[in-house]
């Protein structure tokens, strides 16, 4: 089982990026994929999540209308659009899968298998 992130990199505040979370290994039925982050000095949070079983997706309050999850079942690839990104968007962006497939609560305790991060830059 393996994940790997890509997509990261620098970029204005108001830009966007998309990040992309290519699973192998494995498929993505039935496992649910989440992207967290992690700041410089912080804990690390449960972003946003989306749920294989029902395809229900989560967002945290502090990207809500702003980022959007996606998943292509066909290419074992889960998104991650982030728009108007700001400041504190800035962290490593890490993806994760959960293999109960419902994938909410987004705690890190509760992933089974990680990426191993990407660096988003939001510049001011």
């Known amino acids: 089982v393996q994940l790997v992130e890509s997509g990261g990199g620098l970029v204005q505040a108001g830009g966007s990026l998309r990040l992309s979370c290519a699973a192998s290994?494995?498929?993505?039925?039935?496992?649910?994929i989440a992207w967290f982050r992690q700041a410089p000095g912080k804990e690390r949070e449960g972003v946003s999540s989306i749920s294989d079983r029902d395809g229900s997706t989560y967002y945290a309050d502090s990207v809500k209308g702003r980022f959007t999850i996606s998943a292509d079942d066909a290419r074992r690839t889960v998104y991650l659009q982030m728009n108007n990104l700001k400041a504190e968007d800035t962290a490593v962006y890490y993806c994760?899968?959960?293999?109960?497939?419902?994938?909410?609560?987004?705690?890190?305790?509760?992933?089974?298998?990680w990426g191993q991060g990407i660096q988003v830059t939001v510049s001011s």
């Open positions: 994760a899968a959960e293999i109960t497939g419902w994938g909410t609560p987004i705690l890190v305790e509760r992933y089974d298998y």
């Open positions: 290994g494995f498929t993505l039925e039935d496992y649910a």
